[in-house]
């Protein structure tokens, strides 16, 4: 970008040239580059600032490839949404102009910024819900599920005044977070539809009874459990049904998420979200939902960041065959994946690290 805005073709010192080794795709084995998603703001001061304290990891990145030269990309996630790659390639956005990669979704990141949880999606289906919310909530839901990977466990509940399962053959379990049932949950979504009264206090004991039944048969994650909760408001605090379920111990955080511009039961929301050690965010358009699904992550990972586990995390493999990072995640095979935390003595920069993850892909060789 320029000092306007405006996109500039890479030059000058930033010198692109076709290496075969990355399947003879121009890149810049000397600088990273850096990339971040259409839908958020790229001057943003957190977003500026972090991409200037990990300029530290070009030395990183070449470093590695120097001791390694099997190693093909190297990728860098921020919670902000920034990501860095190297060796440096130009992105090309789409016919729309539009770049819609957005590294917090991808497995690896989540994995490494996230323990394995076990989830159940409440969705307000009341009669209050009816047009553009319910189109909110569903993509709200959609980008939700986006979030979750192979080692987490969820179930969608619809509710008004009785409790629909969006998938009535699982009721009262959660499934393993796939690519597959994922899927099969999103087909579900376009089939709700909103009438009646909603009857939060119903919803929420079922989905306390569904975590605790599903974490003693010892089939779930056995670690975190979250309910987040879809909805345009709630008339009261429900601190009965937490206080038999989830206190003291709290051990199932709540994130509610208040959907449409109205704030009338936006304290409501949250207390249930402070009083269960969880985070209560806004969602007013479709434009607001990916950034704002997002911040539950952030307070997911909080436990590792203060009990300082920065353990490396090794992930299912993962190929990128063809220089391309839009790949098929089920067609994996033949490269594996590594995920650490980049501490102090890798980055020496200082700035507002932000439990970024690094990642490197190595090659290894195909019989």
Same mark, same amino acid.
């Given at each position: 970008?320029?000092?306007?805005?405006?996109?500039?073709?890479?030059?000058?010192?930033?010198?692109?040239?076709?290496?075969?080794?990355?399947?003879?795709?121009?890149?810049?084995?000397?600088?990273?580059?850096?990339?971040?998603?259409?839908?958020?703001?790229?001057?943003?001061?957190?977003?500026?600032?972090?991409?200037?304290?990990?300029?530290?990891?070009?030395?990183?990145?070449?470093?590695?490839?120097?001791?390694?030269?099997?190693? +093909?990309?190297?990728?860098?996630?921020?919670?902000?949404?920034?990501?860095?790659?190297?060796?440096?390639?130009?992105?090309?956005?789409?016919?729309?102009?539009?770049?819609?990669?957005?590294?917090?979704?991808?497995?690896?990141?989540?994995?490494?910024?996230?323990?394995?949880?076990?989830?159940?999606?409440?969705?307000?289906?009341?009669?209050?819900?009816?047009?553009?919310?319910?189109? +909110?909530?569903?993509?709200?839901?959609?980008?939700?599920?986006?979030?979750?990977?192979?080692?987490?466990?969820?179930?969608?509940?619809?509710?008004?005044?009785?409790?629909?399962?969006?998938?009535?053959?699982?009721?009262?379990?959660?499934?393993?977070?796939?690519?597959?049932?994922?899927?099969?949950?999103?087909?579900?979504?376009?089939?709700?539809?909103?009438?009646?009264?909603?009857?939060?206090?119903?919803?929420?004991?079922?989905?306390?009874?569904?975590?605790?039944?599903?974490?003693?048969?010892?089939?779930?994650?056995?670690?975190?459990?979250? +309910?987040?909760?879809?909805?345009?408001?709630?008339?009261?605090?429900?601190?009965?049904?937490?206080?038999?379920?989830?206190?003291?111990?709290?051990?199932?955080?709540?994130?509610?998420?208040?959907?449409?511009?109205?704030?009338?039961?936006?304290?409501?929301?949250?207390?249930?979200?402070?009083?269960?050690?969880?985070?209560?965010?806004?969602?007013?358009?479709?434009?607001?939902?990916?950034?704002?699904?997002?911040?539950?992550?952030?307070?997911?990972?909080?436990?590792?960041? +203060?009990?300082?586990?920065?353990?490396?995390?090794?992930?299912?493999?993962?190929?990128?065959?063809?220089?391309?990072?839009?790949?098929?995640?089920?067609?994996?095979?033949?490269?594996?994946?590594?995920?650490?935390?980049?501490?102090?003595?890798?980055?020496?920069?200082?700035?507002?690290?932000?439990?970024?993850?690094?990642?490197?892909?190595?090659?290894?060789?195909?019989?």
């Amino acid at each position: 970008m320029d000092e306007e805005g405006k996109s500039v073709e890479l030059g000058g010192e930033f010198i692109l040239q076709p290496n075969e080794h990355f399947n003879n795709l121009s890149v810049n084995l000397s600088l990273s580059v850096v990339q971040v998603p259409t839908n958020m703001y790229n001057k943003d001061a957190a977003i500026v600032n972090g991409v200037y304290w990990s300029e530290a990891l070009n030395k990183v990145f070449v470093d590695n490839f120097n001791r390694d030269p099997s190693l +093909i990309w190297q990728y860098f996630g921020s919670a902000k949404g920034f990501f860095r790659q190297y060796p440096g390639i130009k992105w090309t956005p789409d016919e729309h102009g539009v770049l819609e990669f957005d590294c917090r979704n991808r497995k690896w990141y989540i994995q490494a910024a996230t323990s394995p949880k076990d989830v159940v999606i409440l969705v307000d289906v009341s009669g209050s819900m009816k047009g553009l919310r319910l189109t +909110i909530a569903r993509q709200t839901v959609s980008s939700i599920l986006d979030t979750l990977g192979d080692d987490d466990f969820f179930n969608i509940i619809a509710y008004n005044e009785e409790l629909h399962y969006v998938e009535p053959c699982l009721n009262g379990t959660l499934v393993q977070a796939d690519i597959t049932n994922k899927n099969h949950f999103r087909q579900r979504l376009d089939k709700l539809f909103a009438k009646g009264i909603g009857m939060l206090d119903m919803a929420l004991t079922e989905a306390f009874e569904l975590l605790s039944n599903f974490n003693q048969t010892g089939r779930g994650s056995v670690c975190s459990q979250a +309910i987040m909760l879809v909805t345009d408001g709630a008339v009261k605090t429900y601190d009965a049904v937490f206080a038999m379920y989830n206190w003291p111990d709290r051990k199932v955080r709540v994130f509610p998420y208040l959907i449409g511009r109205e704030s009338a039961f936006a304290d409501n929301l949250k207390w249930m979200a402070c009083a269960n050690k969880g985070y209560f965010t806004q969602i007013s358009t479709l434009a607001d939902v990916q950034e704002n699904v997002m911040e539950y992550l952030h307070v997911l990972s909080r436990p590792k960041v +203060i009990d300082r586990e920065h353990d490396m995390v090794w992930t299912e493999a993962y190929v990128d065959n063809t220089g391309a990072l839009e790949e098929d995640e089920e067609q994996a095979e033949g490269d594996t994946t590594e995920e650490m935390m980049v501490e102090g003595a890798r980055v020496e920069t200082g700035g507002d690290r932000d439990d970024p993850e690094l990642r490197k892909d190595e090659s290894l060789q195909q019989n």
